[in-house]
């Protein structure tokens, strides 16, 4: 019974353990509203500010980013990646998965599929926390196989445990690297990356903050503006030839069982009525 006991007070440490290092706020972060929440929508109203880019991008080359997010030790989703997952879905990037750090081979294999299939596929690696390392092998393996990753991003990358995961790797074409300023656990700069420090942070509060989101937007955006998509407009139409109308025979008069038809001219007397049939004579 001691060691239930002892099992169960470990287990609701280490529950709590995120809001140790990340504080309550991190939970609670809201995910702030871009002034355009529709891609569909192009023109805004002034007073709204101007139109963010993301939303001035076609959706066919959105359509191309893909997108992966890894979670790093944060099993109670404290540092909210999933709903930066739903940040980027509403933005039109609807090709973002989200997975944990373990899931790198499961993504790997899907990659290989997506660039057989698509030829302007683009990928962005994000890994936060202690999914940085895992990232950046999933980007190194993939670089062996001869794809290229567009953009490699860090969100307070730690436990890098091999030289290689703190450095750019060959096949990706920008690093970026997101940090706090946690107490305990935090990121650190990164070489041949973009440095992005986010003052006054926890660790967890890392993934939904607006700084972070703000990158981004930037950087999956930047990757889509890349893509030599054209908008297909609709074909003008023509003018095809018009038909022939057909002129019909000629009733000069009416039978007189069709005399009800007529209008009463005289007041009320009757109305001679006489019927001629029409020339059977053929069209020209």
Same mark, same amino acid.
């Given at each position: 019974?001691?060691?239930? %006991?002892?099992?169960?007070? !470990?287990?609701?440490?280490?529950?709590?353990?995120?809001?140790?290092?990340?504080? %309550?706020?991190?939970?609670?972060?809201?995910?702030p509203n871009d002034? &355009?929440?529709?891609?569909?929508?192009?023109?805004?109203?002034?007073?709204?500010?101007? !139109?963010?880019?993301?939303? $001035? @991008?076609?959706?066919?080359?959105?359509?191309?980013?893909?997108v992966y997010l $890894?979670?790093?030790?944060?099993?109670?989703?404290?540092?909210?990646?999933?709903?930066?997952?739903?940040?980027?879905?509403?933005?039109?990037? &609807?090709?973002?998965?989200?997975?944990?750090?373990?899931?790198?081979?499961?993504?790997?294999?899907?990659?290989?599929? *997506?660039?057989?299939?698509?030829?302007?596929?683009?990928?962005?690696?994000?890994?936060?926390?202690?999914?940085?390392?895992?990232?950046?092998?999933?980007?190194? #393996?993939?670089?062996?196989?001869? *794809?290229?990753?567009?953009?490699? @991003?860090?969100?307070?990358?730690?436990?890098?445990?091999?030289?290689?995961?703190?450095?750019?790797? =060959? %096949?990706? =074409?920008?690093?970026?690297?997101?940090?706090?300023?946690?107490?305990?656990?935090?990121?650190?700069?990164?070489?041949?990356? =973009?440095?992005?420090?986010?003052?006054?942070?926890?660790?967890?509060?890392?993934?939904?903050?607006?700084? !972070?989101?703000? @990158? $981004?937007?930037?950087?999956?955006?930047?990757?889509?503006?890349?893509?030599?998509?054209?908008?297909?407009?609709?074909?003008? $139409?023509?003018?095809?030839? #018009?038909?022939?109308?057909?002129?019909?025979?000629?009733?000069?008069?009416?039978?007189?069982?069709?005399?009800?038809?007529?209008?009463?001219?005289?007041?009320?007397?009757? @109305?001679? *009525?006489?019927?001629?049939?029409?020339?059977?004579?053929? #069209?020209?």
């Open positions: 019974m001691a060691g239930m %006991c002892r099992g169960a007070t !470990t287990g609701a440490l280490l529950a709590l353990l995120p809001f140790a290092l990340g504080g %309550c706020q991190a939970l609670l972060y809201p995910l002034p &355009v929440p529709n891609t569909s929508k192009i023109w805004v109203d002034p007073a709204d500010g101007p !139109t963010p880019e993301w939303a $001035l @991008v076609p959706q066919q080359a959105k359509n191309h980013v893909y $890894l979670n790093g030790n944060d099993p109670l989703n404290t540092g909210n990646l999933l709903g930066v997952r739903d940040y980027l879905h509403q933005r039109g990037f &609807v090709k973002t998965s989200y997975g944990q750090q373990f899931h790198g081979p499961w993504f790997e294999a899907e990659i290989l599929a *997506i660039h057989q299939a698509d030829p302007l596929a683009r990928f962005v690696l994000v890994g936060f926390s202690a999914a940085a390392g895992p990232t950046n092998q999933l980007a190194r #393996r993939l670089g062996e196989q001869g *794809i290229q990753v567009d953009r490699l @991003v860090y969100l307070d990358g730690v436990f890098l445990f091999r030289f290689e995961e703190w450095v750019k790797p =060959e %096949c990706v =074409e920008k690093f970026v690297n997101v940090q706090s300023q946690g107490l305990l656990v935090h990121g650190s700069p990164r070489e041949g990356a =973009e440095n992005v420090e986010i003052d006054g942070t926890g660790h967890f509060d890392v993934p939904s903050h607006p700084l !972070t989101l703000q @990158v $981004l937007m930037r950087e999956v955006t930047d990757v889509a503006k890349q893509l030599p998509i054209a908008v297909e407009m609709p074909p003008p $139409l023509r003018e095809g030839p #018009r038909p022939t109308p057909l002129v019909a025979g000629t009733v000069h008069h009416v039978p007189p069982e069709w005399g009800f038809l007529q209008p009463d001219l005289a007041g009320g007397a009757a @109305v001679s *009525i006489s019927y001629k049939p029409a020339s059977t004579a053929p #069209r020209r």
